[in-house]
């Protein structure tokens, strides 16, 4: 395959891409910048698209599907979904560059006989697959910014069972940089708070849940990730009414905050706030609504792991990231900032492997987050983890 002078062939997992030559599009910083390219191409998300490729070999279990990525850009998550797993499906962007691209690479993959490429607005494709009768295994939704205009699309040409991987790149809305823009995009109002990256996976879940549940679906979060500049979720969705019904009444809520303490924690009713009281005698906050189950199926995540391991092509910044989200898969309690909990508390932040010792040597369960380096996940009550860390603090002086 033929390349311009403009363009050069990159590998990436098993895939060889075509795509414009990355060094014309550097910054000062050494970073490259995709959205100075005439068609997106974003080196640093490959550990989206590991991630994708992992998930889908594991649910998928070595099956034939059929699968839309609808954004596709270079076709570059497309291509490498059809060459390390067993999909089949459409690659799909509205940019007539991106279109061009695609083709190339599908061509320059030998695959051709496994998928077709469409230059279509992307609500407007999948709903023709709703109209034409196809049903699809699994939607990919990762767009340039919010993908809050492409959901309600995304769920409708799915099988009774099937999966969805949506990505956000709006990251200042959903961490609430941008309340306003919070409000108008996911439904919520919110404030900065120190776990702001969980709270950011939370809104977006909780948003596809509720656009899944007005069309009669049960969406379950399979494995969340948040990573630098975007979060990245993989849902599994069954069509049920009552499944639908019982997700929302369980699973949507809202976190109860204390600005000063940093206390937190999960209500399934607003009204249950005036059950809660912070420890210096203050009120909460309550914000959401947000997603307040699982982020993560403890089995996939496993099973996904073990799938990793025969999968030598995957990047060693996705492994590891991949291992953390196995040591936390079982905490569903909001990280905290250790950092910010030592400036309230007027402490040195200690090391945090002796932190964690610490609290395991007292039989509670606790590990570090992939979303912080700074944030650890403990099954314990606020007073117990601030004693925890006096008493470090005292022994280090």
Same mark, same amino acid.
């Given at each position: 395959m033929e390349?311009?002078?403009h363009?050069e062939?990159i590998k990436?997992g098993?895939a060889?891409i075509?795509?414009?030559?990355l060094e014309?599009y550097?910054?000062?910083d050494?970073?490259i910048?995709?959205?100075?390219?005439?068609v997106f191409?974003?080196?640093?998300?490959?550990i989206?698209?590991?991630f994708?490729?992992?998930?889908?070999k594991?649910?998928?279990?070595n099956?034939d599907f059929?699968?839309v990525?609808a954004?596709s850009?270079?076709?570059?998550?497309g291509?490498?979904?059809?060459?390390?797993t067993?999909?089949?499906?459409i690659?799909n962007?509205?940019?007539?560059?991106a279109?061009?691209?695609?083709?190339?690479?599908?061509?320059?993959?030998?695959?051709?006989?496994?998928?077709e490429?469409?230059?279509?607005?992307?609500?407007?494709?999948l709903?023709t697959?709703?109209?034409?009768?196809?049903?699809?295994?699994?939607?990919d939704?990762?767009p340039y910014?919010a993908?809050?205009?492409?959901?309600d699309?995304?769920?409708k040409?799915?099988?009774?069972?099937?999966?969805?991987g949506?990505?956000a790149t709006?990251t200042?809305?959903l961490?609430?940089?941008?309340?306003?823009?919070?409000?108008?995009?996911y439904?919520?109002?919110?404030?900065?708070?120190?776990f702001e990256?969980?709270f950011a996976?939370?809104l977006?879940?909780s948003?596809?849940a509720l656009?899944?549940?007005?069309l009669?679906?049960?969406?379950?979060?399979?494995?969340?990730l948040?990573?630098?500049?975007?979060?990245r979720?993989?849902l599994?969705?069954?069509?049920?009414?009552?499944?639908?019904h019982k997700?929302?009444?369980?699973?949507?809520?809202?976190?109860w905050?204390?600005?000063k303490?940093l206390e937190?924690?999960?209500l399934r009713? &607003?009204?249950? #706030?005036n /059950?809660?009281?912070c420890?210096?005698?203050?009120?909460? !906050?309550? =914000?959401g %609504?947000?997603w307040i189950?699982?982020?993560?199926d403890?089995?996939?995540?496993?099973?996904s792991?073990k799938?990793?391991e025969?999968m030598?092509?995957i990047?060693?910044?996705?492994?590891? &990231?991949l291992? #953390?989200? /196995?040591?936390e898969?079982?905490?569903?309690?909001p990280y !905290?900032r =250790?950092? %910010?909990l030592?400036?309230?508390l007027?402490?040195?932040?200690?090391s945090?492997?002796?932190?964690l010792l610490?609290?395991?040597e007292?039989?509670?369960?606790?590990?570090?987050t992939?979303?912080?380096?700074?944030?650890?996940?403990?099954?314990?009550?606020h007073?117990?983890l601030?004693?925890? =860390?006096?008493?470090?603090?005292?022994g280090?002086k």
């Amino acid at each position: 395959m033929e390349t311009t002078k403009h363009e050069e062939v990159i590998k990436e997992g098993l895939a060889n891409i075509i795509v414009p030559r990355l060094e014309q599009y550097r910054r000062p910083d050494g970073v490259i910048e995709p959205a100075w390219m005439p068609v997106f191409y974003n080196p640093q998300a490959v550990i989206s698209r590991d991630f994708t490729v992992i998930l889908l070999k594991t649910i998928m279990n070595n099956k034939d599907f059929f699968f839309v990525d609808a954004l596709s850009g270079t076709g570059v998550r497309g291509i490498r979904i059809a060459l390390e797993t067993e999909g089949e499906g459409i690659l799909n962007d509205i940019d007539p560059r991106a279109h061009y691209y695609i083709k190339k690479n599908i061509a320059l993959n030998n695959l051709v006989d496994k998928l077709e490429v469409y230059n279509h607005e992307a609500n407007a494709l999948l709903n023709t697959l709703v109209f034409a009768g196809i049903p699809v295994d699994y939607v990919d939704i990762d767009p340039y910014g919010a993908p809050s205009p492409y959901i309600d699309s995304a769920l409708k040409p799915l099988r009774k069972e099937a999966y969805l991987g949506v990505t956000a790149t709006d990251t200042g809305p959903l961490t609430c940089t941008y309340p306003h823009k919070a409000l108008i995009r996911y439904w919520s109002k919110c404030v900065k708070l120190d776990f702001e990256k969980e709270f950011a996976a939370r809104l977006l879940i909780s948003n596809i849940a509720l656009r899944a549940s007005a069309l009669e679906l049960e969406v379950t979060p399979l494995l969340t990730l948040s990573y630098k500049y975007f979060i990245r979720v993989f849902l599994k969705l069954r069509r049920s009414a009552t499944r639908a019904h019982k997700i929302i009444s369980d699973c949507i809520g809202f976190v109860w905050y204390c600005t000063k303490t940093l206390e937190r924690g999960f209500l399934r009713n &607003v009204e249950d #706030l005036n /059950d809660v009281k912070c420890s210096d005698g203050s009120t909460p !906050i309550a =914000l959401g %609504k947000i997603w307040i189950c699982d982020l993560h199926d403890q089995s996939t995540v496993a099973r996904s792991l073990k799938v990793s391991e025969n999968m030598p092509w995957i990047h060693r910044e996705s492994l590891k &990231v991949l291992k #953390l989200i /196995d040591s936390e898969k079982n905490l569903n309690t909001p990280y !905290i900032r =250790l950092d %910010k909990l030592c400036g309230t508390l007027r402490i040195n932040v200690p090391s945090i492997n002796e932190l964690l010792l610490k609290i395991n040597e007292l039989g509670i369960k606790c590990s570090r987050t992939h979303m912080d380096p700074r944030g650890i996940r403990v099954e314990a009550d606020h007073r117990t983890l601030i004693n925890i =860390l006096m008493e470090i603090s005292r022994g280090t002086k």
